[in-house]
């Protein structure tokens, strides 16, 4: 793990980009981490706009962490940002374009080829930049997961044991096989689901939580379509990882 | 409105008993509340059980929300409690727990004949009682209503101007005349649905917020079971009704 820049944002929280190997990052710490006050971290799940275009988003969610005391980072998605294109995961993703904007059913073939490449890829490169954030002295523990293409947290869910809970939004096309996976998760969820995004599926929305096999999981529906969470919203599942990271 | 006992709970809490006209009634006011110094109000909907068996968890959610600044009132329903016993109403209410035991389905009109009228009786007693209780100088505005007998909160929330909010509890069966009521609702609303209440049609409890004409609707399913209501769940709902009446 690289840094490559370091700028102090206005309110004190640190922000570094970084790279792992080939991918870009970047991870951001409130004022108060130090080796010997180390933060828990939530990762800011990807961003399949990229990096660039999703910055202002998520520079807003790591700075209301960072005033609750969390370490965020992120890296950027195999195949999007600056990162090499990726001709497979262009093609699914073109057919499914295409077929949302025809007004099509999107079948589970295309959702297939899609999602699962992406999960398969992009989960191992999660796992290693958490290697890299943890092995830092101003990042503790424990760690949470927030954010979107949900199956990628979905899958983190079962495989990383050091993501003890985790904040998914709803907000993507889901694989069938992501179903049976969810009944493999136990660690406590929060879900945002926009009640009324017309390019998301309600119902297996619905179905995915309902699959998930946590004793503790919560499902917060909201008006204001795909990209308007309300505020509330953001508080709330701030508060969930206050109440789990902390 | 007659007072008829007063006491001060440990927390400075001052809890009155009252009658209006034959029907019993329970209003707590925060230690704060005077006529200098008016405070909003949340209707405690209808305690299906009666006032009795219910204090424990009325008075609970009362001091919560004296904390946070409110005064909550509740009154019995008709046929509940000592109220005087409502033939149609327990037949009613008997073919419907015979049903659920059985395992059947419960008919249309069996939610009709148990809900409906139930509708018509209460909700002109709880607009009497907010006529009376917004009379008292320590009484504020604005109002709240938050409870269970969502068919309730519903006609409420169509007919009464002066509620402003609605925290709703999806625990109750309802009928269909009452989902083309709900499209006329406009207020903001939070929905509480236990995701796994065996007593409950989660779809229909799905179907109703949908049909609900407010911009603002949040829908926040957790686990736990019909009386299982997770504590954080509880305070998500206060924070609703901090952000609508204050």
Redesign the interface.
Known sequence: MQFTSEQRLDDGVLEREFTLGDIPGILWTPASASASTPVPLILLGPAPLGLRKMYPRLVARAQHSAAEGFATATIELPGSGDRPRWPAAEQARTDLRRAVEAGETVSDEIIDAFILPLVEKAVPEWQSALDALLALPEIGGPVGYSGGVISIGVRLAVVEPRIVAAGLFAGSFVPRAMFEEARQVTIPLHILLQ?DDEGNDRQAA?DL??AFG??????????GGHTGV?Q??G??AA??FT?HLK
Chains 1, 2 share one sequence.
């Open positions: 009640w619905l939580f309902d946590s004793k503790e999981k919560s499902l917060h529906a909201n008006m309300p509330f919203a508080d709330a508060q969930f109440r």
